[in-house]
């Protein structure tokens, strides 16, 4: 199927998220609410997930920051592909270089692209660390992690920013799916009435995390 037949059996346009922030910010968590949302709106939609990549297609990679850059190079030309094909394309990724981030957006075109960071006070994301990595880090016993011995550099003027500290998980996803249809890049497939204020989210539901260094 084209990009053109895709996104019109869909309703949509092709888009990619880019969800990014520091370990335990929420990133997975929210792209995993997001992935339900537009699915029920029944649109094509993927995933590139930091921790799948890692375990696949990254693995041959380390730490560095000429392995970090290869890192987003990569989940960047999956992604690219990706959109090419029609779909909505959610990356959940630390991505700690803004400029690694810009040379991503440089693949696609006007408007397809959608900086999402996820706004995590750093203390906030160690209590949320459920493999203990921020402690092993700061004991010294992982190098080069994200936030205590390597910088991560916030984006300074994204399309989205979600707010952990104010906003659920799903709260996130529904901001995120906003943002699309006021971008016109998705149809809202369920107006409410007029006057009836925006659609409720989802139940609320607490953070739980797939942690990418």
């Known amino acids: 199927m084209s990009a053109d037949a895709a996104a019109l059996a869909a309703d949509q346009q092709p888009a990619v998220i880019w969800l990014t922030g520091v370990s335990g910010a929420g990133k997975s968590t929210i792209a995993n609410e997001l992935e339900a949302e537009l699915r029920a709106l029944g649109c094509a939609v993927g995933t590139v997930d930091g921790d799948e990549l890692r375990g696949g297609l990254c693995r041959d990679l380390g730490f560095s920051l000429a392995d970090r850059e290869e890192n987003v190079r990569r989940a960047g030309e999956v992604a690219r592909l990706m959109v090419r094909s029609g779909m909505i394309v959610i990356v959940s990724l630390i991505s700690p270089c803004r400029a690694s981030r810009d040379q991503v957006r440089a693949l696609f075109e006007h408007g397809e692209f959608f900086e999402a960071y996820v706004d995590t006070p750093l203390e906030v994301a160690e209590l949320r660390d459920p493999k203990g990595l921020y402690r092993r880090a700061r004991a010294g016993r992982i190098g080069e992690f994200t936030g205590i011995d390597s910088p991560y550099e916030p984006p300074e003027a994204p399309e989205i920013r979600l707010d952990t500290i104010e906003h659920t998980p799903s ?43």
Do not use: Y
């Open 171 to 213: 709260e996130c996803a529904l901001i995120v799916v906003d943002t699309l249809v006021h971008a016109q890049r998705l149809r809202d497939a369920s107006p409410l009435p007029a006057g009836a204020g925006r659609r409720p989210a989802r139940a609320r539901k607490g953070f739980s995390f797939r942690v990418a260094r």
